[in-house]
């Protein structure tokens, strides 16, 4: 029986788990997408000459019609996620380049205000839910501040990786390597030290995001800029490409393991 969704959201019904498992496939995607939010953001705003205001509304609009249907999933969908990852990177993108495009803020102050935002964010999670684990994501409450999360984890990326690279004058290559570095080390932490795993996936999924942002900048942009020169439109629809056959591969995947679960309960399949 399907769950009344309002309902849901307000009491924080129970739900099967709407985050996919943390595999090597969901940090591939996970970075595909950051890198897809940084050029295709710019491919919106340049190439297609839409503007800053208007390529930040089309794509919030977007966002809002793909949470929508994410939200009223029962379970985890991988078209229906990774849409939203996808655009939420974009979103989150657009939001620190109007900060700093349009309204001036310095991208250190950028990057305070999302690293305070994303901080009180895990506080008010960890004190409703008395945990942050994706493995939890079983109410629309966890679910909003999940996403919520990630929100801010994609802004303060934005932010990170354009301040080291440009701010600082690193390069992309050089902010690539940095950032590549911090998650190897998160990850060491995690297994020769046992730091907590909802804190190292954490730390990697903040982290991947201004390293996926720099892999962007630095296939895009041009040689003189420091970049490859491949463009936001060549960079943006490769890993777009990627992407939809992952997901393709993932969703085959699932239906698979649902029919045979099927199976096996005896459960008959209708067929057409």
Known sequence: MQRNTLGSMITGRSMLNK????????WIIKVLATTVGE????FLNVNLNLGLATTSLVMAVALAIVLVAQFRSQQYIPAVYWSAVVLISVVGTLITDNLTDNFGVPLWI???????ALAGTFIAWFASEKTLSIHSIVTS??????WLAVLFTFALGTAAGDLLAESLNLGYLLSLVVFAVAIALGALAHSAVGLNSVVAF???YILTRPLGASAGDLLSQ???DGGLGLGTTTTSALFL?????????LSVRGSRVEAAADDASGIEVPTT
């Not at 409450?141 to 999940?146: A, H, K, L």
């Open 141 to 146: 409450r966890r679910e909003s501040f999940y």
């Open 110 to 116: 950028t990057a305070v205000l999302f690293a305070i």
């Open 19 to 26: 985050v996919p498992e943390v595999t090597a496939v969901f």
């Open 222 to 224: 041009s040689t003189q």
């Open 39 to 42: 050029t295709f953001a710019d």
């Open 202 to 204: 954490w730390i990697a």
């Open 241 to 249: 490409g990627v992407i939809l056959l992952l997901v393709i591969a």
